[in-house]
Nanobody
């Protein structure tokens, strides 16, 4: 059974930081990317950041703006199938449900990830002004 278990969401004030974690099981990370998407109420789902099995990051610059860092577990070849996202200088516009996902390569679209990849339950991030 495929599972993506997220943790680390919460409520912070603007300018604060949070670290999200996601541990995957039931599938191989090899040849794939894994990372984070988000969806705010009334808004479309959007890609935030992904990291490949070899550690190469991909950021949606318009969302991240240099504030977020995605990384993977330090175990050899990310044997623990865990990725992290450090989010700094959070703003109210970052308020959303953040979903851990592994999209089907080579797609990175939200729809592709949700319908044809692996998708977590989501963790709420709330940033107050």
């Amino acid at each position: 059974e495929v599972q993506l278990v997220e943790s680390g969401g919460g409520s912070v004030q603007a300018g604060g930081s949070l670290r999200l974690s996601c541990t995957a099981s039931g599938f191989s990370f090899d040849g794939r990317e894994m990372g984070w998407y988000r969806q705010a109420p009334g808004k479309a789902c959007e890609l935030v950041a992904l990291i490949s099995y070899d550690g190469t990051p991909y950021y949606k610059d318009s969302v991240v703006k240099g504030r977020f860092t995605i990384s993977q577990d330090s175990a050899k070849n990310n044997a623990n199938n865990t990725v992290y996202m450090q989010m700094n200088n959070l703003a109210p516009d970052d308020t959303a449900v953040y979903y851990c996902a592994a999209p089907p390569p080579p797609s990175r679209s939200c729809t592709g990830a949700r319908e044809f990849g692996y998708w977590g339950q989501g963790t709420q991030v709330t940033v107050s002004s």
